[in-house]
């Protein structure tokens, strides 16, 4: 009979191949070699590690049940037999269990070692970022999410959403902090928003209407985030709110119109270009269909319907600019174009509509784009040397492996240019795991980005930096606009 | 089979260091997702 450490040499090799396949695919990762789009060495990489150690796992685990736990001996009887038969299947049945597990050990722990990409961009973009909102040492606020920047008085005020991770939390709040140059360590808290008794409250959308300050935000009800209204506070110094309202819209029907509560407002605040109509984009239920419309106030209280933006598939996170005709440009994230959902998975079907409006912002054309699906986005428009106005987007960049949308995949906090028909990567922010939910301001020159992301010392899978490493921060990028006005000019296809 | 061709048997001193090992590895590792998942819920 062969001994035990006889039996557990095969495992056992089986995991130090693993390792070393560990080890050369987090090295891929690191020098950027075959390491992104849907299908590449690195995902290859991944599965046949995994594989390979889950393989050990189990026989390692089996035989150290088998022959040191259970200590199962040889039996001749016909009873004896099947007593063994049904002993080892439920050995078996345990050491898969515990298998299944530990792998998950093994790669939460192989993806905290990972390290990172360099992220070097062109020079010509004059590209700085820092962490401007460290998650802090308290560990039931480590997760800050959610932001939104604005300029407002000479001074930088960023919106966000802290709480202990990206699911719900029933004790989290909306915090402003205000900088007078968005630099490390200026930042300084000045307010913290909470819901009308219940306090997961997200996406917050911070603006001035008519010489009032409004912040719109989505309260959560659900465990797996899904807002499904939005309320609103006002303020006139920056420091203190009202108690939060639900926004209502006045919506139109075939045969008349009704005010109604359930619309989810866009990534974009409510943006005006004669200060006297503001427009917001919002998602919800129209006649059974999921649909996002452009709405229109005057005061930032009462919202009345424009036009459909969007009713083909379910979508969500409108962000809209203007363009110099007056009329908008959307881009939508949406989870699937086609009965194929692919949720934890992703699926080929993910993509970005992008609606341009015409008739006055009352009909809109549409283009889709499959490189990314654009959540937690924000639009920006600079005008180039030649008084052309050029649409930028600060959104999320769904690198792979596998399909956009796959838990497991990487994601960056990324600069697009936006077309009517397209949309062209700029260049990726230092960024990892759960991040984007941008902000964007624009003083003088320079383009200021605030966006999170868990620790950029990682790189670490989505899923894996939204529920088990859960911490935080917020950071920003400042690049120069002609700088990438500029860099645009160079990229094919621009 | 000579003495010297047998295979040499473990001492139960090595036997429970390679037990110990295998269940301090393979119990960090089970644990870990647990817990790095669960804590979320008591903070």
Partial sequence: MRTFVEKIKKPLILILISIILMILTGIANTLNIANSGPFNLVFFGAIAFALLMFLGLLGLIFVFLHDRVFTIKPMSTRIGKIKKLLTNTGIFLMALFISLTALLGVMLSYYYIRLPPSYSVDPMLQLETWTAIPPGGQIEKHHKSNTDLYYWNNSFYCIYQNSKWHLQDLDGELVIERSPDASAGSWERIASIKGPGHNDVRDPLLTEINGTLFVYFLPNFLFDPEPNTTYYTTSNDMENWTEPTEVKVNVSYDENWEMEVGWIFGRTEPITNDNNTWYVTAFGEKNGTWVTLLLETRNGIDWKEISVVYDTYPSGEPCIEFLPNGEIISTLRVGAMSSWTGYEFGTPHAGTIIATSYDNRTKWSHHADFQTRMDGARLFKLVDAENITRIFAAGRNHLGPGLVGNHLGRKRTTIYEVKEDRLIHVFDLPSNGDTAYTGVAIVGDEVYVSYYTNPIRRDLPWIVGLAFFSKSEIRMAKFSATGLINYANTIIGG | ?43
């Fill in chain 2, 1 to 43: 089979m000579s003495e010297e061709e047998r295979p040499k048997e473990l001492t139960q001193k090595q036997k429970f260091i390679i037990d110990l090992i295998i269940m301090i590895a393979v119990g960090f590792l089970v644990i870990l997702p647990f817990t790095l998942y669960a804590y979320h819920f008591f903070i």
